[in-house]
């Protein structure tokens, strides 16, 4: 009889026993699942990114685009099979390896001319175009954009609003009163007076500045910073990821080249001249992106050199 009682007490205790150790197995598995998505060798992938400024018509200015280029620039490097994408999505695939289309492009605007949102816009809508716009605090603090002026005046915090709630673009950080190139500093560089201590504090300040103006007003902080006149320190990278960045862009013409262990601080652009039709500035840029080592070819097209 006491056997008998016994085998029923220890016939709940196996199914316990049974149960728990299938939930570990599994547990197990997921854990080994969830390794290996994240250890998964990803191939390069080649990025051009593409920078434009002011877009207006009637204006000599090497870097002005005409509304006619840039609608032109996007349908042909569109019909080349290029695919706009969002720096966070650089980001991303750099970091965790989430994948990216096939022959993506990053089109970026500096500066955020006010013609970027009266001309460029309407484009990036007919044509579905993500892109980047890296914002000067000072300028986008202070305009009378009721005086527009395509080189002068700037995209107001309201215009950038319209422009984010669109889900076509994305805000940068091109310093809030760094994009000088006159007086004693040029861009972001460091003075020689300077110890590297004041400099660090001096670049954390201003860029804290916008992150939080943008943060105040849009609801968001950049993820990318865009060097003033491409100018780059070496000191510089500590302080932008300290403030939260995740990314920052140069102005060496080159193509880049994106795997687990590329530099997200040190990504290189093309400035879009005038003057220089799709064909020839997006025929390049597509010859560049399928040579292995384009940076030996970059300065046979006469714009870049």
Same mark, same amino acid.
């Given at each position: 009889?006491?056997?008998?009682?016994?085998?029923?007490?220890?016939?709940?205790?196996? !199914?316990?026993?049974?149960?728990?150790?299938?939930?570990? *197995? +599994? /547990? $197990?598995?997921?854990?080994?699942?969830?390794?290996? @998505?994240?250890?998964?060798?990803?191939?390069?992938?080649?990025?051009?990114?593409?920078?434009?400024?002011?877009?207006?018509?009637?204006?000599?200015?090497?870097?002005?685009?005409?509304?006619?280029?840039?609608?032109?620039?996007?349908?042909?490097?569109?019909?080349?099979?290029?695919?706009?994408?969002?720096?966070?999505?650089?980001?991303?695939?750099?970091?965790?390896?989430?994948?990216?289309?096939?022959?993506?492009?990053?089109?970026?605007?500096?500066?955020?001319?006010?013609?970027?949102?009266?001309?460029?816009?309407? !484009?990036?809508?007919?044509?579905?175009?993500?892109?980047? *716009? +890296? /914002? $000067?605090?000072?300028?986008?603090?202070?305009?009378? @954009?009721?005086?527009?002026?395509?080189?002068?005046?700037?995209?107001?915090?309201?215009?950038?609003?319209?422009?984010?709630?669109?889900?076509?673009?994305?805000?940068?950080?091109?310093?809030?009163?760094?994009?000088?190139?006159?007086?004693?500093?040029?861009?972001?560089?460091?003075?020689?007076?300077?110890?590297?201590?004041?400099?660090?504090?001096?670049?954390?300040?201003?860029?804290?500045?916008?992150?939080?103006?943008?943060?105040?007003?849009?609801?968001?902080?950049?993820?990318?910073?865009?060097?003033?006149?491409?100018?780059?320190?070496?000191?510089?990278?500590?302080?932008? *990821?300290?403030?939260?960045?995740?990314?920052?862009?140069?102005?060496?013409?080159?193509?880049?080249?994106?795997?687990?262990?590329?530099?997200?601080?040190?990504?290189?652009?093309?400035?879009?001249?005038?003057?220089?039709?799709?064909?020839?500035?997006?025929?390049?840029?597509?010859?560049?992106?399928?040579?292995?080592?384009?940076?030996?070819?970059?300065?046979?097209?006469?714009?870049?050199?």
């Amino acid at each position: 009889m006491k056997n008998t009682k016994n085998i029923y007490l220890l016939v709940p205790l196996v !199914l316990i026993i049974f149960i728990v150790s299938l939930f570990n *197995i +599994n /547990i $197990i598995s997921e854990q080994k699942n969830f390794t290996a @998505v994240n250890t998964v060798e990803v191939e390069d992938v080649k990025l051009p990114i593409i920078m434009y400024h002011s877009v207006s018509k009637g204006r000599k200015s090497k870097y002005n685009v005409p509304p006619s280029l840039l609608e032109s620039d996007f349908k042909y490097f569109l019909n080349l099979g290029f695919t706009p994408v969002f720096m966070h999505q650089v980001v991303d695939f750099v970091s965790f390896g989430i994948p990216l289309p096939k022959k993506p492009i990053v089109v970026t605007f500096d500066d955020a001319h006010s013609s970027v949102f009266f001309n460029a816009f309407a !484009l990036l809508k007919k044509y579905n175009i993500k892109a980047v *716009i +890296n /914002i $000067i605090g000072k300028c986008t603090d202070g305009d009378d @954009v009721s005086k527009f002026d395509a080189i002068k005046s700037h995209i107001s915090f309201p215009q950038l609003r319209q422009m984010v709630s669109s889900g076509l673009v994305e805000v940068g950080n091109h310093s809030f009163d760094l994009h000088s190139d006159f007086g004693k500093r040029y861009g972001i560089k460091k003075l020689k007076c300077e110890s590297e201590q004041q400099y660090k504090n001096m670049l954390k300040k201003d860029v804290d500045k916008l992150q939080q103006r943008v943060q105040d007003n849009l609801g968001i902080k950049p993820l990318v910073f865009a060097y003033p006149y491409g100018k780059y320190s070496d000191l510089a990278k500590s302080v932008l *990821i300290e403030s939260g960045l995740k990314a920052a862009l140069l102005s060496t013409h080159q193509i880049n080249v994106l795997n687990k262990e590329t530099d997200l601080f040190e990504l290189k652009r093309f400035n879009r001249p005038n003057g220089v039709s799709s064909k020839q500035f997006y025929d390049a840029i597509e010859s560049l992106t399928n040579q292995s080592n384009s940076m030996n070819n970059v300065l046979k097209y006469r714009w870049w050199r």
